[in-house]
């Protein structure tokens, strides 16, 4: 039995793992699948990388977590760099799955095609409350091009607006380079959400884990709604030792 | 139900589609298989670019057809290309399968291996009339690597000789780029016509489009012919909205 | 019925190829699975490419094999190119599986990720007897982070020392580029032995082979253990004419 820790990505929250906790489940394993913070209902979007970890770290302090596998989605890859900065004695392995992998210092906006970052800023700028939302058109074809419409616009309607801050403001990594601890990157392979090749998650995000284990799967960039069932085996065979 | 118009590559011709289309139809969709301006028996050789998309674009005018998803294979990408900006009010969705996706003012020959195209230059000098041929190893190999030689032999056999004119004269493209129709690309894993990385057709063509759907399945150049079923779901994939 | 000669990576010998042999018999083909020089049990440590290659040119010679097809894994890819040399006209396809595919002149070392040959250096010299070994954790994620932890070890705990002057020494493969064999690169896609992209086995190093088939499959890079059925599957449609 494994311990299993899953941090959502942007837009998105700890019910965004619904239909893989039973799938893991079943498997023998025990899930936690806490939310970000700005991502809660009634949060602030006026929040730091620090601030959005900060109810995850407390989740898993409460309940004094250790030696689990700790899983990060997407945004959810700059997350759990930062958690395991914090708490890296109770990590047993990194996994990212079609996460960002920042440099030190570097802003998640730093790492997405040139024609994302002036749209985001656009959204926000239009939106004036700190969020950002994506265009469905983007969210269909690129992040569910596997899924029926009908699943796409289900997902998409339940998004929530995402903090602006943690795109745009540098990340502190200095000290995850040296962290001892294990790493897979868990990558969906018709996942076009940042293009693939010159700003694709694999290889180009994923090699700067050093060495790594490379596990794959069929699918788009939110295959815990489209393929639940083999997410799961995949997140098993990318956390087991 | 869904109208999609399907355009073959260099050297083939509607027929090519033969056992793709019945796939499609069960699945409950209409099917059109144009031929492409000098390929027809009887057709010219000497033919621009122009002159190969003007039978399908009469082929969609005399029909009246509207709201279809229009794909190109191949060297069809170029030609859906140009028929998306004479017609740009009737295409649903563009789907690029394994297919060149020029640059404005480009030829298809910018955009192949440099062994290429010496290698077609003096085949056309040989020939003499206008055309060229691929010698049956690139065929098998490159094309057809994941066919059985018997099934590779059967369909290099009824390859027609291809029109060169349209390998060499820059296409103009001025148009496309600010089309909004929605764009797929339906990549197949396997295909080594123009090998893969630095002169792959993906990423490298593909991310030409902007932002697309990308949809993979496992095969080579010439799935229509080795994988019609599974190519057929794709194309589903590819083509719905 | 084809004759299939298959020459093992480094760490290994012909016992290693004991699972997929059956396999390939079963589909009714002969199999020849030769150990390399340095590999045997008893050999000197202190072997050049040449002094490799030479048991297994011997092995082919003794039996008089002829119109075979030889495969070389990982580090076999160096072997086959040079015995493919030695012997041109009895080889019918030349089929590297997750291979080096050196230029001529290069070193082994000159093909890895920087991190590895330091690390080899340093483990040369501390074993002092002209061989190397990997880490566990770098064989359990790069190269066998399909299987079972258990498998893994397994594995792992059979592996020979590995003699470290044919990974250092310039090979010579002035012939190898104009010999006129076909060739085909069998890639299993979750391969991380030596990271994927800038440098990956491929299409780095495959798109040096010139126009090839290529041929792929889901796995690590010892796919010998973790899917033996498949990989005879896909030997054949790599060996196949």
């Known amino acids: 039995m494994t311990t299993y820790v899953l941090v959502h990505g942007a837009w998105q929250y700890g019910e965004s ?14 899930v936690h699948t806490p939310t970000a913070g700005g991502l809660r209902p009634g949060d602030s979007p006026d929040v730091s990388t620090d601030d959005a970890c900060r ?3 407390d989740y898993i302090l409460d309940r004094d977590l250790r030696d689990f596998v700790l899983l990060g989605h997407s945004w959810g ?7 395991a900065e914090a708490l890296p004695d109770r990590v ?10 920042l440099l030190d210092g570097q802003t998640v906006l730093d790492n997405v095609p040139p024609f994302f970052p002036p749209a985001l800023h656009a959204n926000a700028a239009d939106r004036g409350d700190g969020t950002v939302l ?10 569910m091009g596997d899924a029926t419409l009908e699943l796409a616009r289900e997902v998409y309607d339940r998004l929530r607006p995402q903090p602006f801050r943690p795109f745009t403001e540098p990340v502190d990594l200095s000290k995850f380079a040296e962290l001892p601890i294990p790493k897979s990157y868990l990558n969906a392979t ?16 994923s090699n700067r884990l ?3 284990r490379l596990v794959q799967m069929p699918g ?22």
Do not use: C
């Open 55 to 57: 109810p995850i770290i």
């Open 134 to 143: 994506l265009p469905f058109e983007i969210w269909r074809d690129g992040f």
């Open 190 to 205: 018709e996942d076009n959400g940042l293009l693939q090749g010159e700003w694709g998650w694999h290889p180009r995000m």
């Open 210 to 212: 050093g060495y790594f």
């Open 17 to 30: 793992w619904d239909r893989v906790r039973p799938e893991l489940e079943t498997l023998g394993h025990e």
């Open 77 to 83: 890859g700059v997350l759990i760099a930062k958690i």
């Open 220 to 241: 788009g960039h939110e295959v815990m709604y489209t393929r639940p069932k083999l997410l799961a085996e995949k997140i098993v065979e990318a956390g087991r030792d």
């Open 92 to 101: 047993r392995r990194l996994v990212f799955q079609s996460a960002f992998v």
